[in-house]
Nanobody, 134 residues
């Protein structure tokens, strides 16, 4: 059972920056995929970015350039650096993860990309609120 805890959310003015963190625990396999998603009440959840255990990354097209996903595998941490924030970035941000057998490593980037596109993860954090004021 993978456990995820997000932190780093808060309130910031438009143009500012925030860095979200996701602490993961409970992995039993070496291959994994982690992602950031966000949701505004009344709207569908949308993918922000994903990263797999090889370091391959995937971004929502309109967020790449302002948002950067990274990880510290030694600490089982994932991060989302958000720069040039806009009011429309206001949302609850969720960390998600899934793990796979080692045999998935050869095409993990494809698997992770597909999971990110579908929002198909088995493990989710409780969320951290980001509020950007204009």
């Amino acid at each position: 059972q993978v456990h995820l805890v997000e932190s780093g959310g808060g309130s910031v003015q438009s143009g500012g920056s925030l860095r979200l963190s996701c602490a993961a625990s409970g992995y039993t396999h070496s291959a994994y995929c982690m992602g950031w998603f966000r949701q505004v009440p009344g709207r569908e959840r949308e993918g922000v970015a994903a990263i797999d255990s090889t370091g391959a990354t995937t971004y929502a097209h309109d967020l790449k350039g302002r948002f950067t996903i990274s990880q510290d595998t030694g600490k089982n941490m994932m991060y989302l650096q958000m720069d040039s924030l806009k009011a429309e970035d206001t949302a609850m941000y969720y960390c998600a993860a899934d793990e796979f057998w080692g045999g998935a490593m050869s095409n993990l980037d494809v698997i992770c990309g597909r999971r990110f596109t579908l929002g198909d993860f088995n493990y989710w954090g409780q969320g951290t609120q980001v509020t950007v004021s204009s």
